[in-house]
């Protein structure tokens, strides 16, 4: 993906497009809505290289990985139980993403990547999933 502001869009237009041609439109609008806010957030608090990962489980869930080289995993991702996120001051711009994970997402978390776990350096997979 882009580093820069275009990122969340094309990560967007990506998901859309995916799940369209794979017959999945009931999941669009969640999955575009928590792939641009982990998109996003990948951009504006990391200065390497980012990519996008879909995978289609046996269940009918699609889980969405969101790598970037950094290694520090942010809270609440790295602390489980994910099921409390605390609400945003409602005088603040930011800080609803993670209210949308917790909405939307079936499940979500984290895990440290190694190098050459999701490509050739080592970072941090965030990953949420969807069922349709």
């Not at 290694?71 to 609440?76: E, K, L, S, T, V």
């Amino acid at each position: 993906m882009p580093h820069g502001p275009r990122a969340a869009r094309v990560a967007r237009m990506t998901v859309r497009s995916v799940l369209a041609s794979h017959g999945r439109p009931e999941i669009v609008e969640a999955v575009e809505l928590l792939t641009s806010e982990m998109v996003t957030n990948t951009y504006l608090h990391t200065n390497g290289p980012a990519s996008l990962r879909l995978t289609a489980l046996a269940d009918g869930r699609l889980r969405v990985g969101v790598w970037d080289s950094h290694p520090r995993i942010p809270a609440p991702f790295g602390r489980p139980p994910h099921d409390h996120v605390p609400l945003a001051p409602t005088h603040v711009d930011r800080g609803r993403g993670l209210r949308f994970l917790q909405q939307y997402a079936d499940c979500w978390g984290a895990c440290p990547s190694a190098r050459g776990t999701f490509v050739r350096r080592a970072g941090k997979l965030l990953w949420f999933e969807v069922c349709g």
